[in-house]
């Protein structure tokens, strides 16, 4: 599913029915960096449960949203495969050992060198610091702007963060492209960073998001939104990833629409099939009608057939 490049010009590929992560060199030379056949292990024969996203840091490190396994995995480039987050299905913050999620499907990595997780159906999005995960934003399931305790998201799907540490999450079930906007320095200089978050998040609805990354004085911990639709963005990297984006999701809708036109269809062949099915029952009945009556004027026919027969026999014996 998931694709990302690491310094070397090598395309990462997350192999998603395959349940391996490859390597693509700039070469073309495709090679399989971690994983076998489906299932859970860590180890230099790890394995994978439908990877759906994949990251690297500078240091070729490549992390992994390990779906079905509600798990966040970690390869070095020695090929070894460990356990970053995630327990067994289902949410909890807390401690590594302890933090749970709820199909995982897109990572990457903010300036600080933390780990960022689209928890898909938990509608939230995770953080991954200091061997602590924590809800950066994500409030149930529903569409809200507004501070970062109470927006909400429906099914995030990808996500990636630009280098001023703005979060862009291509929110699917809202069909919306959702910026969250933090000012790191700020928070990161509070005692408590989760109350810092709490504190100055903000969630806000604008019409481009581009106005709002582009501005010096955005409000720490914003949150913006737009539809589902192309607005200029600064040239900076992030106008290119949320395009990728936006595509992406423009293609999931138009799956959509073809298969709610595909059911449409379905629907109405069915209907009709169910209107012949009635004309024919209706005809076969109006058959058996006429067949009945038909049966009947020949009875009588024959009657009268034999009546005359038997009355010009009867003539014949008198002469």
């Given at each position: 599913m998931g694709i990302?490049?690491?310094?070397?010009?090598?395309?990462?590929?997350?192999?998603?029915?395959?349940?391996?992560?490859?390597?693509?060199?700039?070469?073309?030379?495709?090679?399989?960096?971690?994983?076998?056949?489906?299932?859970?292990?860590?180890?230099?024969?790890?394995?994978?449960?439908?990877?759906?996203?994949?990251?690297?840091?500078?240091?070729?490190?490549?992390?992994?949203?390990?779906?079905?396994?509600?798990?966040?995995?970690?390869?070095?480039?020695?090929?070894?495969?460990?356990?970053?987050?995630?327990?067994?299905?289902?949410?909890?913050?807390?401690?590594?050992?302890?933090?749970?999620?709820?199909?995982?499907?897109?990572?990457?990595?903010?300036?600080?060198?933390?780990?960022v997780v689209s928890d898909q159906h938990n509608h939230k999005i995770r953080k991954i610091s200091n061997g602590v995960v924590t809800t950066l934003s994500g409030n149930g399931e529903g569409f809200e702007d507004g501070a970062l305790s109470s927006a909400q998201f429906t099914y995030p799907h990808g996500i990636c963060v630009d280098v001023k540490g703005n979060i862009i999450v291509g929110d699917y079930g809202n069909r919306k492209v959702r910026c969250i906007s933090l000012n790191y320095e700020l928070i990161n200089a509070e005692s408590n960073e989760?109350?810092?978050?709490?504190?100055?998040?903000?969630?806000?609805?604008?019409?481009?998001?581009?106005?709002?990354?582009?501005?010096?004085?955005?409000?720490?911990?914003?949150?913006?939104?737009?539809?589902?639709?192309?607005?200029?963005?600064?040239?900076?990297?992030?106008?290119?990833?949320?395009?990728?984006i936006q595509n992406d999701l423009k293609v999931m809708s138009n799956e959509l629409v073809a298969t709610k036109n595909l059911v449409g269809l379905l629907s109405n062949q069915l209907t009709q099939s169910q209107e012949r099915s009635m004309k024919q029952e209706e005809l076969l009945q109006q058959q058996t009608v006429l067949i009945q009556k038909l049966s009947e004027q020949f009875t009588a026919s024959m009657k009268e057939q034999n009546a005359i027969i038997q009355e010009l026999y009867s003539q014949l014996q008198k002469k």
């Open positions: 990302c490049l690491d310094s070397k010009d090598n395309i990462i590929v997350a192999d998603y029915t395959n349940h391996k992560i490859r390597r693509i060199s700039p070469a073309g030379k495709v090679t399989t960096v971690a994983g076998s056949t489906i299932g859970f292990a860590d180890g230099s024969n790890g394995q994978f449960n439908c990877p759906y996203d994949v990251c690297v840091d500078a240091a070729g490190v490549i992390y992994v949203s390990d779906k079905y396994n509600h798990k966040i995995r970690k390869i070095t480039p020695s090929g070894t495969v460990t356990t970053i987050a995630g327990t067994t299905k289902g949410f909890s913050d807390g401690p590594i050992e302890r933090a749970r999620f709820h199909y995982p499907v897109a990572v990457a990595i903010d300036p600080q060198g933390d780990i989760r109350k810092a978050e709490q504190e100055f998040g903000l969630v806000r609805r604008a019409s481009q998001i581009s106005n709002s990354l582009a501005s010096s004085s955005a409000s720490v911990g914003s949150v913006t939104s737009t539809p589902m639709k192309g607005v200029p963005f600064q040239d900076d990297g992030l106008g290119k990833t949320l395009e990728v």
